[in-house]
């Protein structure tokens, strides 16, 4: 079963989007959403139940994590194997790695709260965004971070723009390349756009390293060398 693909958990048959959600019910749960997303063979598995895993494995991680790097944290995390391809999953860790590597890199912030706030906002931004919204979560994560961190509401001065600006210049990474879709490689975009603009309106070093993505056979859309991450040995 190819579950690192992008494929259906409970059978690896592709997933297939629609232009319009259907009523679908979860495989898993039994619950029953409109959805855009179901499998070739008509299985569905909604949101929470796809990320359930994964985000435990996110909050234990960085609960002890000791670095100032989001993104090794971030490629730690993904690595799990309860971290698929692509998924919901990922619109908690890349707020999640920011905001560690933030507080580890002197950054004066109640992790364990930050961390608590990221999983339930990270949870209301659904998979298929990046497509469906014109806004992928992995920025709207990175922005997400920058309101926890900076306690910033509706109603902020400064903050507010700082918040809709990460999320920005995280956006303009992603949407320079161009798609499909790669959660691996939106996710490494957002985090170096947020970390730079940290640097320069927080001042909080977060030295973000860029890696060679280890997914390209692993990813059926990878878009090889478009990719800045891409390794065509994956290493």
């Given at each position: ?30 619950k ?93 931004c659904?998979?298929g ?20 961190i ?21 956006l ?64």
């Amino acid at each position: 079963m190819q579950r690192q693909k992008g494929a259906c958990l409970i059978c690896g048959e592709p997933l297939v989007y629609l232009k319009q959600a259907e009523m679908m019910k979860c495989s898993f749960c039994g619950k029953e959403e409109p959805s855009y997303a179901k499998c070739g063979a008509g299985h569905y598995v909604c949101d929470e139940c796809h990320a359930k895993r994964g985000i435990e494995s996110i909050m234990r991680y960085c609960a002890t994590a000791a670095g100032r790097n989001p993104i090794a944290m971030l490629t730690d995390m993904m690595n799990d194997p309860y971290i698929h391809m692509h998924g919901p999953e990922h619109h908690t860790m890349v707020g999640a790695a920011l905001m560690t590597a933030y507080r580890n890199a002197g950054g004066d912030i109640d992790l364990t709260e930050c961390l608590a706030e990221m999983k339930k906002r990270g949870a209301r931004c659904p998979g298929g965004s990046c497509g469906f919204w014109g806004c992928c979560g992995a920025a709207v994560s990175a922005g997400m971070c920058m309101s926890i961190i900076t306690g910033t509401t509706p109603l902020s001065g400064k903050t507010w723009g700082l918040a809709n600006i990460t999320t920005a210049r995280a956006l303009e990474a992603i949407g320079r390349i161009g798609g499909p879709r790669c959660c691996k490689r939106t996710g490494r975009l957002s985090i170096e756009a947020a970390a730079d603009f940290a640097r320069r309106e927080l001042g909080v070093d977060m030295p973000a390293s860029r890696p060679r993505c280890e997914y390209p056979a692993k990813n059926r859309e990878c878009i090889g060398r478009r990719c800045p991450f891409f390794s065509p040995n994956g290493d």
